[in-house]
Structures are given as structure tokens and as C-alpha cells.
């Protein structure tokens, strides 16, 4: 009998220590009862380190609590811990709290397990700010393009004044040229606003469409798949070339396909299709379509008419630039992007872009 319960013990350290993530097994003190080999890795520690507070190693008031619900409502934890390691950097671990006891003592121990997470956050981050950047960019070009036709009117109307004037009225006459020059360098300003955008300048290339999606599907797939949503990718072989600005279309696919990501918080699926549509006559080459489709919350029906509309949002911290930023960078290309929503069952974004089109 005692060497079949050496041999359950054997197993049970070996099963514990074959796991990926850092385990550690603590009491309703907090304290280590035995830790296994990835979490003594990751803090340093020799040994198991039991008795050791693991108030050491992770954020104290956060682990209290944690422990503190899953003792009391009898059911595991969840939290997601920034961590200082000993290797001077830091990290973000998704930290699961699970009550459990041995013999008679019913959640009097709990099994910490600590998962790395700090690729994930990093992507999240870096696509945040990338969004933040292109919807300051689609900002700068909206101002200027909005504000720039009346004031090149403007410009326009008080030089047909100044030229109209008599030459006695020498002092309306520069009152008039100082308004000219002041429009003129506001006008100067916008431009100048709208070129560091890069909204609105386009530089053509011929190319294959999947040379802007495939990219931006590599960098969202691993970020998506942290967040347990499957991208699936369904693009014919070829596709006839067409005449496109690679950046701002990588730009309009990266904000259709972040927009999915958001859509799925519980996770789900994203499909990206691909196909040529043929024209109605011989005078027109057809259309590339490109559809972008999830399984997530869906769009409300009073909202599909009002989705592409500038600062129009229904999310609590969007400004409501990324889709009207689409559809601008689109329509340049000649072509058109619409939607097709269920409600609970997910969402399907189509561009078109046609193959003859010229910019």
C-alpha cells in the first residue's frame, strides 16, 4: 500500500510539472504549499518554494481577492495580472484561482495557475494604437477637406472684391488684402494638415488584392486566436490585378477585420472570402469583392444606414472614424463597401472594387 500511494505521488508531481503554464498551490494564508517547475522558472526560485508568501511574486491585494470569491463562492477566478519578473522585466499572466481541498478540508487549498499573456496584450496595444493613429489621420483629412473648399471660395471671392474696388478706396482695398493673405495661409495650413495625414494622397500600384489582405490577416490571426476567435480564410487562387493604393487598402482591411475582433468578446469565427465577379457587358471588366464576415453580436437594424457616417459609434470608446475612413479610401478606388447584419448572429462587410477602375 504505501508503495502504490509513492507511485500516485510520483504520477501527480510528474502530471503537475508536465504542465505549459506556472502552477502553484497556496493556503487560505497565502502561503506556498508547493509550486511546479515552470513557476520556479519564471520567479527564480530554487526549490518548490514552499512557505514562502506568494504575496513575493504576485500582486497581493489582487490574489486576496481572488482567493477570497473562489473560497467563498466555491468556483474558480479569473484575473489578468501585470507581473514584475526577476529577469528585471514585466509581463502580463491570466491568472486563474481554483479552490480544492484534500481529506476532510473542504477549499482549503487553491491551485494558482498563471498563463503568459503578454504577446497577446502587446498586439492589442499595438493595433489600439495604430487605430488611434489612422482615425487621427482620417480626423486631419476630414478638417481639411471640409474647411478648404469654403476658404478656397473665400480666397476666391475677396480677390474678385480687392480687384473690383476703386482706386480711391485705398483703405478697404488693403483691409480686403489682408483678409486675402491670412484665408490664403489658413488654406496653406490645411493642405499642409491633410498631406502629413497621407489620406489624401494615393500612390497606384497594380496589384493582386490579396497582396493587402494576407499581410494584415498574419498580423490579426494571432491576436485573434488569444482571444479564442478562429480567422478562416477563403481566397480563390488569382485574381485578375487592379489599381490600388496597397497602404490605405492594408488600412481599410485591418479596421474591418479589428472591427470583427471586437464584435466576438466570448470568441467565435471570422471568414475572409475572395472572388471576381464578371461586368454585365464586355465594355466593364468586373468587380473584385472581398468579404469580411463574423459570428458575433451583429449590427441593430437602425444602425445599418448610419454605420459609415463619420463620429457615429456604438461603442463606448470609438470615435467612430474607422468605418467612414473605409468607406472614403473605397469610394477613391471607384468602388463601394455596404453590410448585411443579424442581430446575435454576426455581421458581413463587402468592398467592391472595380478591375478597371482608375484613380
Known sequence: MPERRSLELQCYERLFNAFPEALVVVDQELAIQYSNK?????FALEGDGA????GQFLPLTDVRNLVD???KERKFKEAELKLTLPQGGRGFFKTIVIPFGLDNERDSLFLVR????SERVRLEEQLLQYG??????????SIAHELGNPLSIMITCLEFLRHSLQESNRTLEEQIAMMEENAVRMHELLTSLSDMSGLGRFQIEKEDVHGCIKPVLSFVRKMAEKSGIEVISDLVSELPPILIDVKQMKQVFLNLLKNAVEAMPNGGTITV????APGDSSAERGHIIVEVEDSGNGVPSGDLETIFKPFYSTKKKGMGLGLSLCRGIIEKHGGKIRVTS???KGSCFIVEIPVDGAL
Open 69 to 71: 470569491r473562489a473560497g
Open 114 to 117: 498563471l498563463e503568459d499573456v
Open 273 to 276: 472570402r475572395s472572388r471576381y
Open 132 to 141: 488611434k493613429v489612422c482615425a487621427m489621420g482620417q480626423m486631419a483629412a
Open 38 to 42: 515552470n513557476y520556479a522558472k519564471l
Open 51 to 54: 512557505g514562502l508568501a506568494i
Open 342 to 344: 443579424q442581430e446575435g
